[in-house]
């Protein structure tokens, strides 16, 4: 009865005996411990392991699983965004710019925008861009609109539903392009994000402000531009630059051919659209 008892109390096994288990665990420990002792090569810094920064650790792996092909590792130079489409063989881009501020060193407010809308057909030679204005942005105090086609060696500018043909004008507003609305970057590198934008695998590159190229924007006296948002999304496969977006403010500026300096926020916007899809382009209505 005394051994029923004592059996009842340990789960089955004699009071007496430490569980074989136990004894095993305690060897274990005594085994780490022992070697632990034996082992000198933490006795100087030296012979310590190196730790490991668990956050650069998955920084790293970040970068290289997000990191573009081969020949887009290094700095990207795009110092007219629409740069290398001429290889493509159809698209479409729009661009966007708005500005809201007020005329430098006074309090009277001056909003103005503008969109292009550009496509190109390689083998027709061919491009027909629709810009329209509001407000006074690029020289003019109204609203505007006009549609410009090149078809090889010839142009057409369509204005105020009059068709011109001759001079400078129809074939510098054909040409007209991203680059010289919005500018570009001399120098940006690869940030490790990729997504699909506008139907295209792209990676995201960032730069400095220091790297923007702003043909339309002439500083003035004392004037100054802050960046406060930008995006840079490239395609190695089309080798073009697909998104574009920029959003600073200035102090003191010129803006295209405005006359006055203008200080307040410039929003940029350009898309790369369509690409492989050949337009059908041809002479425009009222030609």
């Not at 004894?23 to 310590?48: H, I, N, Q, Y």
Request: aromatic residues 8%; charged residues 20%; hydrophobic residues 40%.
């Amino acid at each position: 009865m005394h051994l029923l008892n004592d059996r009842s109390v340990t789960g089955g096994r004699s009071a007496g005996r430490p569980d074989k288990r136990i004894w095993s665990g305690v060897a274990f420990m005594l085994c780490l411990l022992l070697l632990a002792g034996c082992d000198r090569r933490g006795d100087t810094p030296e012979s310590l392991p190196t730790p490991v920064d668990p956050l650069s650790v998955a920084t790293s792996q970040f970068m290289t699983q997000g990191a573009p092909p081969e020949g887009f590792r290094g700095p990207l130079s795009l110092p007219r965004i629409d740069d290398h489409l001429e290889a493509l063989s159809g698209w479409h881009y729009t661009v966007e710019l708005e500005f809201d501020g007020t005329f430098a060193g006074t309090p009277r407010p001056t909003r103005a925008s503008a969109t292009a809308d550009v496509w190109f057909n390689q083998l027709g030679t061919a491009r027909r861009v629709i810009v329209t204005t509001a407000g006074e942005l690029i020289g003019k105090r109204e609203d505007d609109s006009f549609e410009a086609v090149r078809l090889g060696p010839d142009s057409f500018l369509v204005r105020n539903n009059i068709c011109l043909t001759e001079g400078d004008d129809p074939q510098t507003a054909a040409n007209l392009d991203a680059g010289r609305l919005v500018g570009g970057v001399t120098r940006a590198l690869p940030s490790g994000h990729q997504a699909v934008i506008n139907d295209e695998q792209v990676w995201r590159y960032d730069f400095a402000p220091t790297d923007l190229t702003l043909p339309a924007i002439r500083l003035q006296e004392n004037g100054s531009i802050d960046l406060t948002g930008s995006e840079l999304w490239f395609s190695p496969e089309r080798n073009a630059a697909i998104r574009f977006y920029l959003t600073f403010t200035v102090e003191n500026a010129i803006i295209f051919d405005r006359q006055l300096p203008v200080s307040g926020q410039v929003i940029v916007r350009y898309d790369l659209l369509n690409i492989g899809d050949v337009p059908n382009i041809t002479v425009p209505f009222g030609c």
